[in-house]
């Protein structure tokens, strides 16, 4: 059994042959283990992403996967931002976004503008990778990320 601390916080692991660090802390009915810190339950996973890109905050819309396939695992080695498609395609929940279907002419909605900056500015995600994540073309990614279009924002 080892000990390994997250943002001031403790948590029991055991370390197994694939050097995954298995946590049994508090699982939830999905079987990922969860911590309270700062007052907050979040899965230890979103926590380990928040001090290893040294941010904030996770915006709910963004996952963070395992890349090892083992959820009780909480090595900061395994895990790392899903994939921005998932991302995208979890922000709309019912599905208006046809992804790949419509590169170069989808209208983004003024409440994508947050979350690209979001993605770009916080999480150093790729302006490609987000244009094809929103089926946009990478000149509109780079318009937002420069102010030139929603000002207001
Ligand atoms: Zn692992």
């Given amino acids: 059994m080892y000990v390994i601390e ?5 948590f029991d692991i055991d ?12 699982l939830n009915s ?4 969860r911590g309270w810190i700062n007052k907050r ?7 380990i992403i928040i001090e290893k890109l040294n941010i904030d905050n996770l915006e709910s819309y963004i996952h963070v996967r395992h890349i ?4 009780l695992c909480i090595n900061p080695d395994h895990l790392e931002i899903g994939n921005i498609l998932d991302n995208v395609r979890d922000m709309d929940e019912r599905g208006r976004r046809a992804l790949g279907e419509r590169v170069g002419t989808s209208k ?9 900056r979001h993605l770009y500015f916080d999480l150093n995600i790729h302006k490609r990778d987000i244009a094809n994540g929103f089926g946009v073309c990478e000149k ?5 990320i420069i102010g030139k279009y929603w000002k207001s924002f």
């Fill in 30 to 33: 999905y079987g990922y283990p």
């Fill in 108 to 116: 983004l909605k003024n409440e994508d503008i947050p979350k690209i």
């Fill in 15 to 26: 370390i197994d042959e694939n050097e995954c660090y298995n946590c049994k802390n508090d």
């Fill in 68 to 71: 090892c396939d083992n959820r």
């Fill in 41 to 47: 339950r979040l899965l230890i996973s979103r926590w």
């Fill in 140 to 144: 509109t990614i780079d318009n937002i």
């Fill in 6 to 10: 997250i943002l001031g916080k403790q």
